[in-house]
């Protein structure tokens, strides 16, 4: 088999040989990119508009929705362009800054969602010292800290993932998708990608014993609080957190579990519940079970249509 370069163009599994399946998966693709990215924006808007939302938990949402902004545009663009355009190529560069943007983003959103395991567990086993420990000093250097991590890693599994030379050019996925291209190379694992795979386990092993922790420290917390309402009003805060952790894990463990497999059409599936599915749900957990952010959301949607009746008013 010949040995590609970076010159060379790769080529992403197509959906289908069928223009009308082609133009189909076009749409779904466009509705799917559509939700999740009005959804994130809605919740980044009314972050930064309301002053009531100015507090560590949603500075940390704001940052969330970001990230999910992020990962979904990464693949999402690229993969409605190559059905509406039936094309399958990607070259070299792009193929490069698929992973690197995708990896960081996935790695960045992880690490705020174990922030906020952290902002969880001040709130409700240490009252009266969050603001004290909360502070925006704090909050900033932990997001700046969790974002610094997320590009050294992105650096290093993009650096490792290409350091093979690859002996196809055919991705068996519809982006580029780092256990698909280690199979295409000539030697298997690097010892460098082999190295960042020990690390990133590792790392993501110790956010979710750290997530687990802290949940297990807020459960005992709330079951000592002598009303039921108080223990509801407690949970109410966490359970969206708990909702979007549990679907990201879910999701990680069925990229593993898909190592298994063999089928490509299994693949796709597996591979767009967990890059679409967390960031176009993510939203809507947090503004349906979240009170502030629905009142928000509300307050926001009055105040566009005040301007929208003055704006015809004036005309």
Not at 53 to 74: C, E, K, Q, R
Not at 221 to 241: D, E, F, N, Y
Request: aromatic content about 12%; overall charge positive.
């Amino acid at each position: 088999m010949n040995n590609f370069t970076s010159t060379s163009s790769l080529l992403l599994l197509e959906f289908s040989d069928m223009r009308e399946l082609q133009i189909l998966s076009f749409f779904v693709f466009l509705a799917f990119y559509l939700i999740a990215l009005i959804g994130n924006l809605l919740i980044v808007t009314v972050v930064a508009v309301d002053s009531h939302l100015h507090t560590p938990m949603y500075y940390f949402l704001f940052n969330l929705a970001m990230s999910d902004i992020g990962s979904i545009s990464v693949m999402v663009p690229k993969a409605m362009t190559m059905s509406l355009k039936n094309d399958r190529s990607i070259t070299y560069a792009g193929c490069v800054a698929q992973v690197f943007f995708y990896v960081f983003f996935a790695t960045s959103g992880y690490s705020v969602l174990t922030i906020m395991a952290h902002d969880r567990y001040v709130a409700i086993c240490h009252p009266l010292h969050y603001e004290r420990i909360m502070h925006k000093a704090a909050c900033l250097k932990m997001v700046a800290i969790g974002m610094t991590s997320s590009l050294i890693y992105a650096i290093l599994h993009t650096c490792g993932t290409f350091a093979n030379t690859f002996c196809s050019n055919i991705v068996n996925q519809f982006f580029c998708e780092i256990p698909q291209l280690i199979k295409l190379s000539c030697s298997g694992l690097s010892l460098m990608e082999t190295g960042v795979f020990i690390l990133s386990f590792s790392i993501a092993l110790g956010c979710l014993i750290f997530i687990i922790r802290s949940y297990v420290k807020v459960f005992a917390a709330v079951l000592r609080i002598p009303s039921s309402q108080g223990q509801k009003k407690a949970l109410s805060t966490c359970v969206p957190h708990l909702t979007v952790v549990t679907m990201f894990i879910v999701s990680g463990v069925l990229v593993y579990a898909r190592s298994t497999a063999d089928s490509s059409n299994l693949d796709i599936v597996l591979a767009m519940i967990y890059t679409i599915i967390p960031p176009m749900s993510n939203p809507f957990i947090y503004s349906v079970r979240n009170k502030e952010v629905k009142t928000a959301l509300q307050n926001l949607l009055h105040v566009a249509i005040s301007y929208k009746n003055i704006f015809k008013v004036v005309n």
